[in-house]
């Protein structure tokens, strides 16, 4: 175990429709990152926020938008849902938001579009 | 742009029978490279980060390396509990991992 919670683990929904993924990261993490992996794509980097503030973006699609609550929580928010969106989507932490830190997984959502 | 390629895609072996994995890699600047282990349907779970060429790191049956342009995770005298997809992920001057698409390893009993 990470220490890094989400939540649901299993979502299922219909095409254009928005859901809300959460996580909460290792305690005294400050660092949060989110990560699509899907069987054609493997792992790929979405976006990182450190206390707060967004750091680093990365394949991260204009649907798709995050943010990270005062408590350090984050929420991943996918809009207009496709297809193509189904996926394991990981969070993972970090202590700091230096360059080199270990990042830590947690167990994923596993979305399906319908 | 950054490139991880790991190899063999996968590796099948009979408990005790000791082998590597290779991870090679281009990257500007590299930060940190890192060692996951996935089982099926899991999150990637933490073994190793080597910052340096020459570093080694081991836990238990599993040892990682790294030199200038490629890391390698020995696995030595394996076991059936072993068998996950062993992933590579490097950090060059910014904040994202890039990852490889892994190498799924199957040990036999």
């Known amino acids: 175990d990470s220490g890094v919670t989400q939540t649901p683990k299993h979502l299922i929904t219909a095409t254009g429709q928005r859901v809300t993924l959460r996580c909460s990261p290792r305690?005294?993490?400050?660092?949060v990152y989110w990560y699509q992996q899907s069987l054609d794509q493997g792992l790929q980097f979405l976006i990182q926020?450190?206390?707060?503030?967004?750091?680093a973006k990365g394949n991260i699609l204009e649907r798709f938008s995050a943010q990270q609550f005062p408590d350090l929580h984050s929420e991943l928010n996918l809009s207009s849902l496709e297809l193509g969106d189904s996926a394991l989507y990981f969070c993972?932490?970090?202590?700091?938001?230096?360059?080199?830190?270990?990042?830590?997984f947690g167990p994923g959502t596993r979305l399906t579009v319908l | 742009e950054d490139q991880v390629t790991q190899s063999p895609e996968a590796l099948r072996l009979q408990e005790g029978e000791s082998s590597s994995l290779n991870c090679s890699y281009t990257?500007?600047?590299?930060?940190?490279l890192f060692w996951y282990r996935q089982d099926p349907g899991k999150g990637p779970e933490f073994l190793f980060t080597?910052?340096?060429a020459g570093e080694e790191k081991e836990k238990e049956r599993l040892k990682a390396t790294l030199t200038k342009k490629e890391s390698f995770l020995h696995i030595t005298a394996p076991k059936p509990e072993d068998s996950a997809t062993y992933l590579c992920?490097?950090?060059?001057?910014?904040?994202?991992?890039?990852f490889g698409a892994g190498t799924t390893v199957t040990v036999r009993a």
């Open positions: 993972a932490s970090s202590v700091g938001g230096a360059v080199g830190d270990t990042q830590y």
């Open positions: 305690s005294g993490d400050l660092s």
């Open positions: 926020y450190y206390n707060g503030e967004e750091r």
């Open positions: 990257v500007s600047g590299l930060r940190g």
């Open positions: 080597l910052y340096s």
């Open positions: 992920a490097v950090q060059p001057n910014d904040y994202k991992l890039s």
